[in-house]
């Protein structure tokens, strides 16, 4: 891995940032946080308009729709992204970021054909039907039922926590073909229409006030056996293949936002008056920045070595949950200081205010250390695959 950027990596920069500095601009205002078919379209609006130019699907192989960019190109757009203030995947990202990855990994040619390019174009949205109310972090224990009739699975249960759910085309749906197998042995991973008679989606508000949640529940829905990915009873294998591009990843561009963060509270720190003079005299809020600033970078790196694994393998490695593990860490110290920066301000969250992005990013700091599997579960992860501890007791 070479991590200084070529001639051709700066052209390529230069490229995105004067496309970006067309385009953002010419985006409608971003919709209101609860105006779902609003931010559907925005999103969409937006990833059609990377389709168009040749940015969607950014690190996907080029035989696939994607530009088949490199790890740095990758990384220079997701950079410029940021830079610009660019909308992120929003809705598309668990199609662009892990569904769409897990068909070309593991789907048919069929199932490639008929999902990536709208994938890539803006017109197929996805979610993840994974989690259930007694299936979270030990998610092998799900229990929604998937039984052949014929040439459909017959689907009942319910799923919860399901993202976008209500705005979604299609879902990754893990259900239980097997039950006399062992739990991980009788699992089969499914493409889900969402408009499948039988599904009941009913959305959930979360303590921040965001909406993005639902619970999704299935009475008799008939699933097309064409769409099961990867052999019946090898969904668990599938499911890891799909969390090793969740956790790989998909965190970057919060990774990159964090960086911002850092930035933008050494701002504040100067201008928030304390003790006779700001918190910036504070040597000890100088340094927690500094070495908030020293860990992000060190994840950066991280994320540049699991890009460049991920392009040679097809998939990411553990590497993906290591980052996970010590981004969401991190990102909860940053949270913690930014509270004791701000002080008094951070009691407004005010829309539009520099504080209320601090006080929004604190809360959704606590929800990274739990989304796309926890901080013990991760724990958990590396101390089995990496450093070879025992498994837990069953
Ligand atoms: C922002 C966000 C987005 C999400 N989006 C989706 C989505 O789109 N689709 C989807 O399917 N799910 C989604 N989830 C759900 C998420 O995957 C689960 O919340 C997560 O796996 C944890 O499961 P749980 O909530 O049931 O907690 P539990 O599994 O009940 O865990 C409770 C606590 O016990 C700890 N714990 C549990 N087991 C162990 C163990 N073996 N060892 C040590 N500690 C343990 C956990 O770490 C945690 O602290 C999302 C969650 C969040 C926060």
């Known amino acids: 891995m070479d991590l200084r950027y070529s001639r051709s990596d700066e052209r390529f920069r230069a490229e995105v940032r004067a496309w970006l500095a067309d385009a953002v601009p010419s985006l409608p205002p971003k919709p209101g946080p609860h105006d779902w078919d609003a931010r559907r379209r925005y999103d969409t609006t937006w990833q059609k308009m990377l389709h168009e130019a040749g940015y969607a699907g950014i690190n996907w192989p080029a035989e696939f729709g994607g530009r088949g960019a490199s790890p740095t190109e990758h990384l220079i757009f997701l950079e410029e ?37 709208k994938i890539l174009s803006g017109d197929e949205v996805w979610c993840q039907g994974f989690s259930e109310p007694g299936a979270g972090s030990d998610l092998a224990a799900l229990q929604t039922r998937a039984v052949r009739d014929g040439d459909h699975y017959v689907v009942n249960g319910q799923k919860i926590w399901t993202s976008f759910a209500h705005v979604a085309d299609f879902g990754e749906l ?33 303590i921040a006030g965001s909406s993005e949640f639902s619970e999704v529940f299935f009475t008799d829905v008939r699933i097309p056996v064409e769409n099961l990915v990867g052999k019946e009873n090898d969904g668990w294998r599938v499911a890891m293949v799909t969390f090793s591009f969740e956790r790989g990843t998909a965190f970057v561009s919060e990774l990159l936002h964090s960086m911002k963060l850092v930035e933008s509270l050494a701002e504040l720190a100067r201008k928030i008056p304390r003790n006779g003079g700001t918190v910036w005299d504070d040597a000890g809020v100088r340094r927690e920045l500094g070495h908030m600033a020293a860990e992000l970078d060190g994840l950066w790196h991280l994320t540049k070595r699991t890009i460049t694994e991920a392009e040679r393998t097809g998939v990411p490695g553990i590497g993906g949950s290591v980052f996970k593990l010590a981004y969401s860490e991190v990102r909860h110290k940053l949270g913690d200081l930014a509270m004791r920066i701000l002080g008094t301000d951070a009691l407004s969250t005010e829309d539009g205010t520099t504080a209320a992005d601090h006080v929004r990013g604190w809360i959704h700091a606590m929800s990274i250390s739990i989304a796309a599997g926890t901080t013990q579960i991760q724990r958990n992860i590396l101390s089995e695959r990496v450093l070879g501890m025992p498994k837990e007791p069953k």
Do not use: C
């Open 174 to 206: 893990l259900v239980r073909t097997d039950p006399s197998a062992p739990k991980h042995k009788g699992i089969s991973w499914l493409i889900l229409p969402m408009d499948t008679p039988g599904i009941e989606v009913r959305p959930l508000r979360t």
């Open 81 to 117: 992204n940021e830079r610009a203030g660019a909308p992120y995947v929003g809705v598309n990202f668990v199609g662009l970021l892990h569904a769409g990855p897990t068909l070309i990994a593991e789907g048919t040619a069929e199932q490639k054909a008929r999902h990536l390019p």
